[in-house]
């Protein structure tokens, strides 16, 4: 088993879907990966967060042998986001981002956290990601996020940090944006061209599609969930999944591992969505996915 080490935003989220709304609730993509990945492997948190950030929220990481030695409290406030979702749930409309603190993030790893072997690279600007795996030894298997603002404003800087990683995790919509692909199918390979082994490409309530350089392409449903709550944090949620299945077996991953890691994912974010925040995710335990395993093997014929 290794250590997964990610860095990226500690938040609270302003949420309103069809569902209800919440008006100052935990977020961010580190938060919602963490609680994910370390159901299966243990977790080291680079970030930043204010003042107002609550014990309480530290204390839950912490529970569940997340290492938060790399979390810097800076005088301000946590970065917040807001959002909603209304007919389309795959899409959230953005309503206000307070950077706060997170403006002036600079990450500087603990010397523990560079012999991290598994490194997550969650949606940060692509020169902070670059500046942490500058820092990182030797990794075994290095993922990394991003999102249409990066490619838009910083496309220069985000191609030369695809060009160090091992596999990408984007959604449908910037992964052909970044293309300028037509659809997942014609996009997955163009970036893995760009340097990543494999792409997952995240496609909400249909599932993703994973493809890799040696064995091509995975496309799988997601877990069907009547009743959808809140899809906030589902893609990091997948990400965590991803990430701990990888780390669990601590060796340099295959394509078939990425295979079924993307299914952990799977099962992680079906979670996700059944409750705003990460009320549902900070339940699960390992009993509970082994449950819904069994329940999403029928779903795709393997059972």
Not at 288 to 297: F, G, S, T
């Amino acid at each position: 088993m290794s250590e997964i080490l990610v860095v990226g935003s500690l938040a609270y989220d302003g949420i309103s879907t069809p569902a209800g709304r919440v008006d100052r609730a935990l977020g961010g993509s580190a938060n919602y990966f963490s609680l994910a990945a370390s159901l299966f492997a243990p977790v080291r948190v680079v970030g930043v967060v204010g003042e107002d950030y609550g014990k309480e929220d530290e204390e839950l990481l912490r529970s569940r042998r997340v290492d938060l030695s790399g979390l810097e409290r800076v005088k301000g406030k946590t970065f917040f986001w807001e959002g909603k979702y209304e007919g389309d749930l795959n899409e959230a409309i953005t309503l206000k981002t307070e950077l706060n603190v997170f403006e002036h993030f600079n990450p500087n790893l603990p010397e523990k956290f560079r012999d991290s072997e598994f490194v997550f690279l969650a949606n940060i600007a692509p020169e902070l990601q670059m500046q942490v795996l500058d820092q990182v030894r030797a990794p075994k298997f290095v993922g990394m996020d991003t999102m249409n603002f990066w490619i838009g404003s910083k496309k220069e800087a985000l191609l030369k940090i695809l060009s160090r990683v091992d596999v990408v995790l984007i959604n449908e919509t910037e992964a052909e944006m970044l293309t300028g692909a037509a659809n997942a199918i014609s996009a997955a390979p163009k970036i893995t061209a760009m340097g990543p082994k494999a792409v997952v490409i995240k496609r909400g309530e249909y599932g993703f599609a994973f493809y890799s350089k040696t064995e091509g392409f995975c496309i799988l449903p997601a877990m069907p969930i009547p009743g959808v709550v809140d899809p906030t944090g589902a893609g990091d949620t997948f990400a965590g999944g991803f990430f701990g299945h990888l780390a669990k077996l601590g060796r340099v991953p295959t394509a078939a591992d990425m295979r079924e890691a993307c299914i952990s994912g799977t099962l992680l974010a079906s979670f996700t969505i059944q409750d705003f925040s990460v009320r549902a995710l900070a339940k699960v335990t390992s009993d509970d996915i082994r449950e819904r395993e069994r329940e999403y093997l029928k779903v795709i014929g393997r059972a």
